[in-house]
């Protein structure tokens, strides 16, 4: 570092900030303009130094509570795609106006779990973004809310801002909180520690995170928040996660909060998506000759390998492929049903040609449809 400043900050061009629904509320629980405002009036001062900054914001239901009279988080998914529909156009018209008066326009994006899990719709939404981005547009991201299921209970947008960084070629990757960084235990408790620097999984050995948010608003907690660095890290983008406070000092390249270093290197995007966008549909355990052929080989997985099968899937869905002590290896795109499957293991592909029909030979999951996880990854990622 120069000046004691993060070189990996203040070199970045593009830059995704993802803010949570706790550093926007007051403490009634509303959405509370003076932080909408000061967090605009930093970023603002990124982009007219010519740094790109694409922003995630969650905020949409809490935005929604007044409006619906609700006092409180409602824990119903109806009622929270409700308060959502009503909050998401109030919380852009709140950006818009904040941002307008510092010359800037911004667009809304929303965005759900199927949008980077399916190849077609993650390659639209790149090159939606990649345009507003030559605009001179902000874009704004959230979670289609409105809308969403499964979304609405997942990680309060950390992920998402972690794959929208590798989406756009982000540079960096700047998660604002309501807690001043990573410790190695409850912050509000004694002798718990700032984890100023994290270079790899060792430095995470000995911390316990939370599950939830200071606040009640979000959805997230500092699980989340560290996943999302995992993902964006391992894909070779540094992560800073701050206090939404030091906004402008954490995008300065101050030392404040924590610093994830990059661990690995740039992905394909399919192998990112296939990594953490999925949600397995099955499981199948191989022999240890098929584990070390996929892993150390990065050879395909022939049904010669596989002892056993789990699961309900079809032709194209994910399942984790599995070691004889049933530890996820790999993750991969499956080229045959479940219901097929079973009459095919331990054989060849050659005899089960043969016996069935050329259509037989193919793999059951093809090396270029299939990324390693866990420790087992060389890029430095965990799924």
């Given at each position: 570092m120069s000046g004691g400043l993060r070189a990996d900050v203040t070199g970045a061009q593009r830059v995704v900030v993802k803010v949570g629904s706790s550093s926007l509320t007051s403490a009634r629980g509303g959405i509370d303009q003076q932080r909408i405002d000061t967090l605009v009036d930093v970023l603002?001062?990124?982009?007219?130094?010519?740094?790109?900054?694409?922003?995630?914001?969650?905020?949409a239901i809490a935005t929604g509570f007044a409006p619906l009279g609700l006092r409180s988080r409602?824990?119903?998914?109806?009622?929270?795609?409700?308060a959502a529909s009503v909050g998401q156009g109030l919380l852009v018209a709140r950006y818009t106006e904040a941002f307008g008066r510092h010359g800037f326009r911004v667009a809304q994006v929303l965005l759900t779990l199927d949008d980077v899990t399916r190849r077609s719709h993650y390659r639209n939404a790149y090159r939606t973004l990649a345009r507003l981005l030559e605009f001179g547009v902000l874009p704004i991201i959230n979670e289609n809310d409105s809308v969403a299921t499964e979304e609405i209970r997942f990680g309060d947008n950390d992920r998402l801002a972690a794959l929208v960084a590798h989406l756009v070629n982000a540079d960096l990757?700047?998660?604002?909180?309501?807690?001043d960084g990573l410790y190695d235990g409850d912050p509000r408790r004694p002798g718990a520690a700032k984890v100023r620097e994290v270079r790899?999984?060792?430095d995470l050995s000995?911390?316990?995170?939370?599950?939830?948010?200071?606040?009640?608003?979000g959805t997230g907690g500092m699980v989340t928040k560290v996943e999302a660095a995992r993902i964006a890290t391992g894909a070779g983008i540094p992560v800073i996660l701050a206090d939404a406070s030091d906004a402008g000092r954490a995008l300065a390249g101050e030392p404040v909060g924590t610093h994830f270093h990059r661990t690995g290197r740039r992905r394909p995007a399919r192998q990112l998506w296939l990594a953490h966008a999925t949600t397995p549909r099955g499981r199948l355990r191989l022999d240890s000759g098929a584990v070390r052929a996929v892993c150390e080989r990065r050879a395909s997985l022939l049904p010669a390998g596989i002892v056993e099968v789990d699961?309900?899937?079809?032709v194209g869905d994910p399942v984790d492929l599995v070691d004889p002590e049933g530890r996820t290896v790999a993750r991969g795109l499956v080229n045959f049903d479940a219901h097929e499957l079973p009459g095919l293991l331990g054989r060849s592909t050659r005899d089960l040609a043969r016996e069935l029909g050329p259509a037989y030979e193919r793999e059951v999951v093809h090396r270029d449809d299939l990324v390693l996880v866990g420790q087992r990854d060389r890029n430095g990622t965990r799924a």
């Open positions: 603002a001062e990124r982009r007219g130094n010519g740094i790109e900054v694409v922003l995630v914001s969650s905020g409602p824990r119903d998914l109806a009622t929270q795609q409700a990757l700047v998660l604002l909180s309501d807690v790899g999984e060792e000995h911390v316990v995170v939370r599950k939830s948010g200071r606040s009640g608003v699961g309900d899937f079809g």
